[in-house]
């Protein structure tokens, strides 16, 4: 939907009152949490990356009127119900440690040091309940209590570092920084190193880009803006061994 035809569905849509930080507004029922904060008047300075649902900068908590629970959710995702109680939650204080990753060697013992706290995990799981993203939280943390440091980075793959598992653990620990370790170590350590990004890595060195780059800062924006609208794309369905007609950097 275009943006002017999203204006025009919130004009249209009923109002429903929500709470923001304790007052009142009336807001089209159609928007998310984030457009309705903007609609109300509030304006992002932090909180707010991608509004698409990957940076996990704009966490968000609130209650609904006559229930017990407290929600989360993600404010760019997650659409507003009447009479909602919300509260952004754009950071989550969580304790990340401080570690030289190059003197690491990828042992389960190292992450283990640097967060013992891992171990006090009490398997109640309401850090995979909150995740947005439905991650499997605390199966990631048993599979590395096990020190199996891959199974780890697969399960935790989807985390968008929102911290809001670490907003609900009962033993403290900041699980999403624990699991970017593991993925870490994972991509340095355990997966077999890459041949196509070596190549890459040497072309550049080698100065292949160095004329093409040359070529596209001479250029003005129209021309850049033309070039780039008319660059060969790769098809939406494309087989493995699909190739670029213009071979010229691959
Ligand atoms: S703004 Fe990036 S996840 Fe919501």
């Known amino acids: 939907m275009s943006v002017s035809e999203q204006a025009k569905t919130a004009i249209e849509a009923k109002l429903i009152p929500i709470y923001i930080m304790g007052k009142k507004y009336e807001v089209p029922e159609t928007l998310t949490i984030m457009k309705a904060m903007e609609y109300a008047g509030y304006q992002y300075i932090r909180g ?27 404010a760019c995702q997650t659409v507003v119900e009447p009479e909602m109680y919300l509260t952004q939650l754009p950071f ?32 109640c799981n309401a850090c995979s309940k909150v995740c947005p993203m439905d991650v499997e939280v605390m199966d990631y943390i048993s599979e590395l209590k096990r020190g199996d440091i891959a199974a780890a980075a697969h399960t935790s793959f989807d985390c968008i570092q929102c911290g809001l598992c670490a907003s609900r653990c009962y033993g403290e620990m900041p699980q999403y920084h624990i699991a970017q370790l ?35 800062k001479a250029m003005g924006e129209n021309d850049l803006k033309s070039t780039y609208q008319e660059r060969e794309m790769e098809p939406a369905v494309a087989g493995e061994d699909w190739t670029p007609k213009e071979t010229k950097y691959l």
Request: glycine share 10%; charged share 20%; aromatic share 12%.
């Open 92 to 123: 989550y204080p969580a304790i990340r440690s401080s570690y030289n990753f190059a003197e690491l060697s990828g042992k389960p013992e190292e992450i283990f040091e640097l967060y013992p706290e891992i171990f006090r995990c009490v398997a």
């Open 182 to 216: 593991a993925r870490r170590i994972y991509g340095a350590y355990l997966t077999p190193p890459s041949e196509h990004l070596k190549t890459m890595v040497a072309n550049i060195q080698a100065g292949r880009f160095k004329d093409g780059l040359t070529e596209l």
């Open 48 to 74: 707010c990356g991608c509004r698409g649902g990957v940076c996990g900068a704009c966490s968000t908590v609130y209650r609904k009127p006559g229930d017990y629970k407290i929600y989360t959710g993600l």
